[in-house]
């Protein structure tokens, strides 16, 4: 498979199983199926754009670098940059939707996170499984 139809393969997959993890999750905690499904298109859509965003940006910065490679140091400040923007965006439009305060919101997300890194690092083992490494890694 192609490097491009691997990531479009990736992202629809990972989209997908996000989107139907997220809405779960919400109804699981009282909100409506109606606003859960909204909800978390939406936050599919924003975190999309945004990654194509911050990591075009980040990448220019790093481009601009003397200290070429990616250091322990610069991911998590990637990790942090990403993550921080996300939530900049996804609390308010958790608030609003689903009519909570900013702080629920802010929780919310937190726990969101928490579920993410463990769902991100799952998909990418099954993933690789069925579709094989990519040439970068193989």
Not at 54 to 66: D, G, H, P
Not at 69 to 76: D, E, F, I, K, Q
Not at 95 to 115: F, G, H, N, R, T
């Amino acid at each position: 498979m192609s490097p491009r139809v691997r990531r479009i393969v990736y992202v629809i997959l990972y989209e997908i199983i996000a989107i139907a993890m997220t809405s779960a999750a919400m109804i699981a905690l009282g909100h409506e199926s109606e606003t859960s499904g909204l909800t978390a298109v939406l936050s599919s859509a924003i975190a999309l754009a945004w990654n194509w965003v911050f990591t075009s940006a980040f990448e220019r910065w790093e481009s601009r670098q003397t200290v070429r490679g990616r250091s322990l140091l610069r991911r998590v400040v990637h990790a942090i940059g990403f993550e921080g923007g996300l939530t900049f965006f996804l609390v308010p439009l958790f608030a609003w939707l689903l009519q909570v305060s900013l702080w629920e919101a802010l929780m919310m997300d937190i726990s969101l996170l928490m579920l993410f890194l463990v769902y991100t690092f799952v998909f990418n083992l099954a993933f690789d499984k069925m579709f094989g490494l990519p040439a970068s890694a193989a």
